[in-house]
């Protein structure tokens, strides 16, 4: 099992940038594809990027392409998501998570997908 830490979550004003952390323990995540999520209050938790363990592979929802990235650090057991052009509907909480299985198998954007979850880091953007 991994445990997985989420970090860099605030406040910040529409146009912002923000850099999420998720960092690993209890077991290396080169072994795992990565994802993150989000979840606004009375919604669904949806997907918001996710890449391969071995970088080759990044997948993004609509809603953040051109705007978010995502990227790791196997050496560093990190998992990073930077975000620009904030806007007041990215506001959320936002899970990083980690799937055993591969993308090649599993569905990356699918909640389902995932084996481990972070407990969250709040992101509110102002309008």
């Known amino acids: 099992q991994v445990q997985l830490v989420e970090s860099g979550g605030g406040l910040v004003q529409a146009g912002g940038s923000l850099r999420l952390s998720c960092a690993a323990s209890?077991?290396?995540?080169?072994?795992?594809?990565m994802g993150w999520f989000r979840q606004s209050p009375g919604k669904e938790r949806e997907f918001v990027a996710a890449i391969t363990r071995n970088r080759a592979n990044t997948y993004y929802a609509d809603s953040v392409k051109g705007r978010f990235t995502i990227s790791r650090d196997n050496t560093k057991n990190t998992v990073y998501l930077q975000m620009n052009s904030l806007k007041p509907e990215d506001t959320a909480v936002y899970y990083c998570?980690?799937?055993?299985?591969?993308?090649?198998?599993?569905?990356?954007?699918?909640?389902?997908?995932?084996?481990?979850w972070g407990q969250g880091t709040q992101v509110t953007v102002s309008s």
């Open positions: 998570a980690a799937s055993r299985g591969y993308f090649s198998t599993r569905q990356p954007m699918g909640v389902a997908s995932y084996d481990d």
């Open positions: 209890g077991r290396i995540i080169s072994d795992r594809d």
